[in-house]
């Protein structure tokens, strides 16, 4: 088992910048890809973004490129989401997750294996 628990969330204004934490526990954290995912009231929850066990390799949805960026620390067995330039559509409960594979940039065709409780960001306009 992996236990997540994201930190970070907020309300922030349009055009602010957020950076989301997810620290992790239980089995090997660096076996693991790591992602983001969100989700919108009355929406299903998306992809936003991943990275592969040793950090080698990131994804992102079209909708974020350029403005969000993923990174981990192996050591702290903690996965980063810095969100920069954020817009009033960003607005959601984002979601950490462990064990995704088969990834591109439209997310993992496997998993994830593991979710967080995840955390509320709000982007006022």
């Known amino acids: 088992q992996v236990q997540l628990v994201e930190s970070g969330g907020g309300l922030v204004q349009a055009g602010g910048s957020l950076r989301l934490s997810c620290a992790a526990s239980?089995?090997?954290?660096?076996?693991?890809?790591m992602g983001w995912f969100r989700q919108a009231p009355g929406k299903e929850r998306e992809f936003v973004a991943a990275i592969s066990w040793n950090g080698g390799n990131t994804y992102y949805a079209d909708s974020v490129k350029g403005r969000f960026t993923i990174s981990r620390d192996n050591a702290k067995n903690t996965v980063y989401l810095q969100m920069n330039s954020l817009k009033p559509e960003d607005s959601a409960v984002y979601y950490c997750?462990?064990?995704?594979?088969?990834?591109?940039?439209?997310?993992?065709?496997?998993?994830?294996?593991?979710w967080g409780q995840g955390t509320q960001v709000t982007v006022s306009s």
């Open positions: 997750a462990a064990g995704l594979r088969g990834l591109d940039d439209n997310g993992p065709r496997v998993g994830p294996d593991y």
């Open positions: 239980g089995r090997t954290f660096s076996n693991y890809a």
